[in-house]
């Protein structure tokens, strides 16, 4: 069974990149938690393809309806019959047609929160190519793997569930984990692009957190400062701290597209003002549970936590963060220490390889190993998925940190024991 996160906050999803719909059901959420849908809607249009032309052509709105666990303070609207607001559902079934209406904002009750995102803008008849066991596999995709373990019966349309449209799960999920850690808490996730091919950025996202704290002689953000960075970011032309950087990266990403070609990319992902001493030591620890998280999704080749592979060359002495009374003075840990967080921002890098499907010849296989010059007929791809990767990072850490969070109050006996009568 695949769940991201759980057992204390999950989230499932079902639905294949060209299939009717995404669906996704939000486990775990503790009731009483305001939730609207214009505030998921902002991150799902974070990830949607069609949203920034340096992405896939392919455009879909990919406007969420909430089906289930939200609480409405408006009674009319709870108790009425009339389909009204702003996410009405139709659906057309044996010639009737049947009509409801979804949630706008609510409450969360604890019971699933239901979500559903339809795909409108399907080309199918652009994998004609890869259709049964004659069918041709494209070189680094999931073609080969999912045709063989499924014994043929493969969605082979789009990726099928293995395409990055799925991880519309994962941002209904993260953003309901995110208002949750936003409102308990104070913390908020942002991430930047840092490296598109051989291009690197002069800024780091880390390293600009890391100066905020040591300027304010303290352990949080606050709120208009993330704001105003979150702008900087959305401003740039693909999603990076950088704006300088991020121009040229976009040039050098139109290029490539344009010679058929495709290019990797690095997203720094950090967590803010996040609580201290969340997650287990060990099998379970915060840090693999993130670094799988991060690691488990599309096209991600590497993963890095703090420093990351930097510290090979460092001596200790240089390495280790000086602790003052209020804090860590540094962040090389990356804000996880034995698998617990320490207070000090999630710092996170991820690499992404280069899109696999390109328009170059290239040598392959049919699905039954015939040998073959590859070459890819039509289709509508990311030319570098760094792109459009950053929210759905940002989602996984949340989900993670919301269960860690949950489970740190599972663990804690003794404070506000239940009761029901006085
Ligand atoms: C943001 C994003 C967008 C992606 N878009 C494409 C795409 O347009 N075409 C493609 O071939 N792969 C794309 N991928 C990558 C595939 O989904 C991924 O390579 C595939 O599922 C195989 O998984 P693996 O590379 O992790 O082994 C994208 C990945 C991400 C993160
Ligand atoms: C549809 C999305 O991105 C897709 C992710 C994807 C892949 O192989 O991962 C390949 C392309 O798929 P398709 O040919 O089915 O359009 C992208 O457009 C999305 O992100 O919602």
Not at 30 to 53: C, E, H, S, W
């Amino acid at each position: 069974m695949e769940i991201l996160g759980g057992p204390y906050f999950g989230v499932a999803g079902a639905g294949e990149s060209h299939g009717p719909a995404v669906t996704t059901i939000v486990f775990g959420c503790p009731a009483g938690l305001m939730i609207r849908r214009d505030q998921v809607q902002a991150f799902l249009d974070r990830r949607r393809p069609g949203g920034n032309k340096y992405g896939t052509p392919r455009n879909e709105k990919d406007k969420v309806v909430f089906l289930s666990g939200l609480y409405q303070t408006d009674h009319e609207a709870l108790l009425g019959d009339a389909t009204r607001g702003e996410s009405k559902i139709t659906v057309e079934v044996e010639g009737a047609s049947f009509e409801s209406q979804g949630y706008e904002a609510g409450y969360t009750t604890g019971e699933p929160i239901a979500a559903m995102v339809l795909s409108t803008s399907k080309k199918s008849g652009d994998y004609t190519q890869f259709i049964g066991p004659k069918g041709q596999v494209r070189p680094g995709h999931t073609d080969l793997v999912k045709y063989h373990k499924s014994r043929g019966f493969v969605d082979v349309r789009g990726g099928g569930r293995s395409s990055y449209r799925v991880t519309i799960s994962d941002v209904v999920g993260g953003s309901i984990a995110r208002m949750f850690l936003q409102q308990t808490f104070g913390t908020v996730l942002l991430s930047s692009i840092d490296q598109v091919g051989p291009l690197r950025a002069n800024v780091s996202l880390a390293d600009r957190c890391q100066a905020l704290l040591a300027q304010q002689d303290s352990v949080t953000i606050d709120a208009d400062t993330i704001a105003a960075m979150q702008r900087d970011i959305d401003a740039a032309v693909i999603p990076s701290i950088d704006s300088g950087f991020a121009s040229e990266a976009a040039e050098l990403i139109k290029e490539t597209r344009k010679s058929g070609d495709s290019l990797g990319a690095g997203v720094e992902v950090v967590a803010l003002n996040v609580p201290p001493l969340l997650g287990d030591p060990l099998y379970q620890s915060l840090k693999v549970r993130i670094m799988g998280a991060l690691g488990g999704l599309n096209a991600v080749q590497s993963c890095e936590v703090g420093a990351g592979a930097a510290v090979i060359e460092r001596v200790g002495s240089e390495n280790n963060d000086p602790i003052r009374s209020g804090g860590y003075v540094s962040n090389t840990h990356g804000g996880l220490i034995g698998g617990m967080t320490t207070g000090m921002p999630l710092v996170f890098r991820v690499g992404f390889k280069p899109t696999s499907t390109i328009n170059k010849p290239q040598q392959s296989v049919t699905k039954d190993l015939s040998e073959i010059d590859f070459q890819l007929e039509k289709g509508r791809h990311d030319p570098c998925v760094g792109v459009r990767a950053g929210v759905t990072l940002e989602s996984r850490i949340a989900i993670e940190l919301m269960n860690a969070a949950l489970s740190q109050k599972a663990q804690s006996v003794g404070e506000g024991l239940p009761r029901l009568f006085r």
